[in-house]
């Protein structure tokens, strides 16, 4: 069965400081690959996706990340972080044949010191 | 501007007693899903409806019904709710259900039994 991993599960980080987060998936086969983001008391919503092209996929709010497939990854950074980047980020799969079903990783809270 | 609306955003439930959770959208999707989130985990999807078509997740427990009465309303219907069913209910819409579909959530709705 798919899984997706998100090894980080709590992350702090001061103001300006560089974030990668991890997210690997097991798929054999083509991919949809997503970064979804949760603020505090608010709704998840879609911080970038990954369809196909180019492995480096920018999103909204300064954030990026890359498809390596090789490794079955699509890691999630920031060069520099802000107070207001404090939430839960939550990386999640679908695949290209067959399900269409969001496959989501188990989230990473992601703290901002000021 | 909310495209995905769901109330209560808090629900309060005593063991056995049935309770009904709605979700609203103004997207036109044809596509809407309920998710379970329990605490440091996934969103678990219960189920989904395309336009009246309704598919049960293989593992949904079937105290967990849904209902679609129109384009714009799904509820989720839990029968007999245990202390193991509380957690936050997430409402979800998509175009449509290939695999690169975004989905939009609701905020979610917070279910404690008691």
């Known amino acids: 069965a798919q899984s997706v991993s998100q090894h980080n599960h709590h992350v702090i980080l001061s103001e300006a400081a560089s974030l990668e987060l991890g997210c690997n998936y097991s798929y054999g086969g083509t991919v949809n690959l997503f970064w979804y983001v949760q603020y505090p008391g608010q709704h998840l919503q879609l911080l970038l996706k990954y369809f196909s092209g180019d492995p480096l996929v920018k999103g909204i709010k300064g954030f990026e990340a890359e498809f390596i497939k090789s490794k079955f990854s699509f890691n999630l950074r920031k060069p520099s972080v802000q107070w207001s980047d404090t939430a839960e980020y939550f990386c999640a799969v679908t695949t290209t044949s067959g399900t269409y079903k969001y496959i989501f990783g188990t989230g990473t809270r992601l703290k901002v010191l000021a | 501007d909310a495209m995905v609306i769901q109330n209560p955003r808090y629900q309060v439930t005593q063991f056995g007693k049935p309770v009904t959770l709605s979700c609203s959208q103004t997207l036109n999707h044809n596509v809407m899903y309920w998710y379970q989130q329990k605490s440091s985990q996934a969103p678990k999807l219960l189920f989904h409806?395309?336009?009246?078509?309704?598919?049960n997740e293989a593992d949904t427990p079937d105290n967990f019904q849904s209902r679609r009465p129109n384009t714009s309303f799904c509820f989720l219907d839990i029968r007999s709710p245990g202390l193991g069913d509380a957690a936050m209910y997430l409402c979800?819409?998509?175009?449509?259900?290939?695999?690169?579909?975004?989905?939009?959530f609701g905020p979610g709705t917070r279910l404690t039994v008691t």
């Open positions: 409806y395309y336009d009246k078509d309704f598919n």
């Open positions: 979800a819409t998509s175009r449509d259900l290939a695999g690169g579909s975004e989905q939009y």
